[in-house]
Each structure stands twice: as structure tokens, then as C-alpha cells.
């Protein structure tokens, strides 16, 4: 029989990678501090006993709107039912961030979003920019349609 932690759950139910982890808390440290083994697995334990707690609050939202799919507003609604709602900017920002990470990948690669020119450096920032501008109005409560793309005047005719 599997070991059982004190809430029931298998203790090899779920983990994250340990070197994966390692690193993140190694690059959120100063060069001069170590952190002993033990504190690294109390650490890991943390992080995957908040994933858990993040999605099944998750889960419940997703339930009462009668939904079957998790989706990224149910999970900051749950940051926020959870009393976490200083980091719910943050968190939509790097959400953000990793579409248009995701999007400009595919760009690159000649996935389903290629039209064969890539995105300048500044027509990132500025389409960043802008999708940081609407999640901050979705945030404060007020809904905002996406802005197109301003187009330079001196190229019109």
C-alpha cells in the first residue's frame, strides 16, 4: 500500500521536477546564499500543495458557472476568493507575456498564426503594451475591446 499523507492523498500523487525547481529557487536567491536540501523539498512541497489548493478553488468556480473546462478567469478568480488578490495583476500580466511569447513562436515556426513576416521587436512591445492596457481595464472592472493596430500616417496615401 502507498504512503498517505494527513489529508489522504497518495504522497507520489503529484510533484514538480526537483532540478526545475532547484533552479528557480537558485535564480531568486543572491549568488551567496545556499538553501539546504530539506528547506528545497519543504519549498517544493509548498508550490505543489498551492497548485493544489489554486485548482480545486479553481475547479469550484469553474463548477458554479456551470462550465467543464478550467479557464484563466476562473483561476484568478480563485487567487481572489483565496485571498490572493495582490498578485492577480502579476499573475494576468505573465499570462499575457506567455501568449504573446506562444504567439510570436509560432510566427517563427511557420505555425498557424505565420503569414510569412515576422514581428518586429517593436510591433511586440507595442501589441504587449496594448494587451497589458486591456487587462488592466478588464481588472478594474470595466471591459474593453481590443484596440487595432494604429497605422503610420506617412503611409498612407
Not at 475547479?59 to 478567469?73: F, G, H, L, Q, Y
Not at 517563427?108 to 507595442?126: I, L, Q, V
Request: charged content about 30%; hydrophobic content about 35%.
Amino acid at each position: 500500500m502507498e504512503p498517505v499523507d494527513i489529508v489522504g492523498k497518495s504522497k507520489e500523487d503529484a510533484s514538480l521536477p526537483k532540478a526545475t525547481m532547484t533552479k528557480i529557487i537558485k535564480e531568486m536567491l543572491p549568488p551567496d546564499v545556499r538553501v539546504a536540501r530539506d528547506a528545497q523539498d519543504l519549498l517544493i512541497e509548498c508550490c505543489v500543495e498551492f497548485i493544489n489548493l489554486v485548482s480545486s478553488e479553481s475547479n469550484e468556480v469553474c463548477s458554479r458557472e456551470d462550465k467543464r473546462t478550467i479557464a484563466p478567469e476562473h483561476v484568478l478568480k480563485a487567487l481572489e476568493v483565496l485571498g490572493f488578490g495582490e498578485y492577480i495583476e502579476e499573475v494576468y500580466a505573465a499570462y499575457e507575456q506567455h501568449k504573446l511569447e506562444i504567439m510570436q513562436d509560432s510566427l517563427r515556426g511557420g505555425g498557424k498564426w505565420s503569414n510569412g513576416n515576422e514581428m518586429t521587436e517593436e510591433e511586440a512591445a507595442a501589441e504587449q503594451q496594448r494587451m497589458f492596457a486591456e487587462a488592466r481595464a478588464r481588472m478594474n472592472g470595466g471591459a474593453t475591446t481590443p484596440k487595432q493596430p494604429e497605422t503610420d500616417p506617412s503611409l498612407e496615401s
